[in-house]
């Protein structure tokens, strides 16, 4: 079973009880929260008040993607908002290490996110730190995009770094997934698929879910 993220992004946000429902009843692992500062990536979305009452309401852990420049400065801040997992974007940190250990001592679990051009190979000193890698299939800031296909052969590569050195850390991707997208990264070793569109476009979101999670 591949875990799916759904990205709340997507969503329709008049009525965001009812999405969290559908959410809640679905094959969902964790549901994917993409907050934005309008400076890291070109665009901006919600903030911690949208994400507590998520948190709320939702029965599966947060996946909280932080898109913002010195995401160190809010890890309590995501943590009161009641998320599981915290995921910092390697482009984003001057002292990455840090951050993560400050994302552990918090008591949540911890994730690194590389945008499409930043070598997987980067991360070879802090892999054993991580809870999950985030690869991009995108570049970040928008739903909808088309799909790297270089996502594919960094998702392959990251696997064989976390196997030879027989690490649980997890692979997510996040980007332009469907069917197709998602049937090849998990081939390729991805344990999480994140998606937007494909599930909230969809006519019937948690077969969506469900389709994603067969994969
Ligand atoms: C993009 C976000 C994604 C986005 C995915 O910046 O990080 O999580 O919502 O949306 P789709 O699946 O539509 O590409
Ligand atoms: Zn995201």
Redesign the pocket.
Known sequence: MTQVSP?L??ADFCHLAREIEMINESAASML?L?VMDGVF?PNISFGFPVIKDVSNRCKKPLDV?M?IVDPGRYVNAVRDCGATLMNVHYEACTHLDRVIQSIRQAGMRAGVTINPATPVELLTDILDQLDMVLI?S?N??????KFIRRAVDRTRRLRQMIDERNLKTLIEV????NLDTGRVLVDAGADIL?????VFSATDPKAAIAALAAL
């Open positions: 990205s992004l997507s994917h993409d990536v993607h898109m991009m995108v970040p800031g928008f739903a909808g995009q996040d980007g332009g997934v994140v998606a937007g569109n494909f």
